[in-house]
């Protein structure tokens, strides 16, 4: 091998190299003084830190908050740069990981960005580059493709009740469908599926041990750990006191629910080890006990009450009959009766007489606009707080047609899944896909108690059934065509 020539080995020799060395000279004097002007001006930009707020509860220093954050920042690029080659190689699993952070931390904001926003544009990016430089196909279903071009239809249908509030914000309902369809483009194959499902689970976990650990600083140092805004919506008066509604990173109680209640979906499902299923499910349900959203815990009862019958199916008549006794013993000693009047009647009876109230007014509503509906993000015109039920919400800011559209979506995916796991033989494909559909049941109960239709939670999950939809369709088509050949797969 013959030596590496001494031009090639020092190529900052001659007038080039004078220049570039005298450049990155005087760039490394710009950031030392960059770094040493934020240090002296840091405490006088830190009150609009994010974190500001945060660092003031804990006592933490408050003079370095901007320097260290852009320190952090700068390291965060190097190892950008550095790990670029596994990013790429991982790429999907990385978006997978995206999206499991959209569901499990949209309460922390960043400015005014959050995580929904900070994370669109560069999961928007590397669909289009998939798109274009690798040639990858469009995945989603043609029917969940025209049904979001119905929706967005209907959402700009509705800025002619709703002027300008609507027009305003219809970027909100259109940025929510796009981002149902990148879910379901970049989760493209079966083992991003599965491990899509994995960091889900393991999200829902993080997130319960989050909203356990909030109680656990409320009552020890007295740390408020809310992003819930009013003061007065943070806490849950019951039986055996006043709690506070955990909210871990997400932003209201209810949100954090709809996490736990389809992470506790999967899981049930797609955990082999019985035990492990018990205590990782056992962990997310005191999570779901954490928030005091009857609606949550309803929807994580129904979960679990189902979820027996989905992993075990032969033995569904010995459950069926455990639960029918189970029934008839607590009606005839009186636990019926004493859970109603110590549990649910604290828990959800203050807002009964209020939500009824809402839902009909909101009846009243779509009634008077039932075709455009009130107008996109516009409730506020007849309603003091948004109707608590997805389908009421849709149906009055968008009109019945809107609404019809949503729930023949929900329906569609809930068939295709149905179908898709008859015919896969006994699998970890199967078990997935029984565990989403046991996930989406519990998430079409809570939509009757919470008016989340625009939030990221309801699209991302929507995204990921359609991607369920595309990825094992084609391999159970497979599967039953090997066995219609009496070939053993």
Known sequence: MSPVPREVMLPRRGPWGTVAGLAELAMAVA?????????????????????WQSARRFELTQDLLWTGTSLVVAVAVVLAVRLLPFAFEHRFRLAAVAFALILSV????????????????????????????????VLTPRAVLAMAVLLGLGGIASVISGRA??????????????????????????????????????????SALVAILSQVLIYTVGYELSFVDAATERYKRTAIGRFLRATA??????????????????AAITIRSLWRAVLVVG???????????????????????????LRYPR??????????????????????DLVYEEVIHPLGASGVSIRLEMFRRAIVGIADHPWFGIGLMNPFRELDLPVHNVFLQAAHELGVPSLLVFVA????????????????????????????????????VHFMSIPIYLHVSVWVFLGMLAAAVAVLERAAELGRRVRADGVVP
């Open 31 to 51: 950031l030392a003084f960059g770094i040493a002007a934020l240090v002296v001006h840091d405490r006088m930009l830190g009150p609009s830190h994010p974190l």
């Open 106 to 137: 949209n309460g922390i904001n960043f400015g005014r960005l959050d995580i929904f926003e900070l994370t669109f544009f560069p999961l928007l990016a590397l669909w289009l580059a998939t798109t274009l430089a690798e040639g990858r196909p």
């Open 283 to 309: 962990v997310m349900l005191v999570g779901v006990v954490m928030t005091f959203s009857m609606g949550s815990i309803m929807s994580a009862g129904v979960v679990l009450a189902i979820a027996p019958f």
């Open 165 to 206: 509030t609507s027009a305003v914000t219809l970027h909100v309902l259109l940025s929510k469908l796009v981002l149902m369809f990148l879910v379901s483009n970049l989760i493209n194959s079966r083992s991003v599926l599965h491990f899509a499902a994995r960091v889900l689970v393991w999200a829902g976990v993080l």
């Open 409 to 444: 979506l929900n329906v569609y995916l809930l068939v295709r899944l149905t179908v898709i796991g008859n015919m896969l033989a006994a699998s970890p494909d199967r078990a997935l896909v029984w565990g989403l559909l046991l996930a989406a049941i519990g998430v079409l």
């Open 249 to 266: 990173f997400c932003q209201a109680p209810q949100t954090l629910g709809h996490l736990l209640v389809i992470a506790i979906g999967i």
């Open 315 to 336: 033995l569904g008549i010995h459950f069926a009959t455990l639960y029918l006794l189970a029934g008839v013993v607590a009606y005839m000693t009186g636990l019926v």
